[in-house]
Nanobody, 121 residues
Framework: QVQLVESGGGLVQAGGSLRLSCAASGSIFSINVMGWYRQALGKQRELVAAIISGGSTNYLDSVKGRFTISRDNAKNTVYLQMNSLKPEDTAVYYC???????????????WGQGTQVTVSS
């Protein structure tokens, strides 16, 4: 089994910054994709940013230039640095890792528990 533990959410004023972390532990051979999603109240969950093992990234258009995703493969951890936060960034943020438990295992997705980010105007 694989467990993902998130940290770093909170309340911040518009224009402020937060850094989210998501650490994976358990049976892990490799992690292909690490990503951050968010779900605002009454809305569908959306992909915010993702990073593959080689380092390539992609971002939701509305966060480009403000958010940066990075990963530490030695620690099985993904980070999301969020700058110039806006009230519309308010949501529960979830991390997701695409994990291969052994060399012969299929890739499975695991989710973090979610962390609240609230941006006040």
């Amino acid at each position: 089994q694989v467990q993902l533990v998130e940290s770093g959410g909170g309340l911040v004023q518009a224009g402020g910054s937060l850094r989210l972390s998501c650490a994976a532990s358990g049976s892990i051979f490799s992690i292909n994709v690490m990503g951050w999603y968010r779900q605002a109240l009454g809305k569908q969950r959306e992909l915010v940013a993702a990073i593959i093992s080689g380092g390539s990234t992609n971002y939701l258009d509305s966060v480009k230039g403000r958010f940066t995703i990075s990963r530490d493969n030695a620690k099985n951890t993904v980070y999301l640095q969020m700058n110039s936060l806006k009230p519309e960034d308010t949501a529960v943020y979830y991390c997701k890792h695409a994990v291969r438990a052994t060399m012969a295992s299929p890739i499975r997705d695991y989710w973090g528990q979610g962390t609240q980010v609230t941006v006040s105007s």
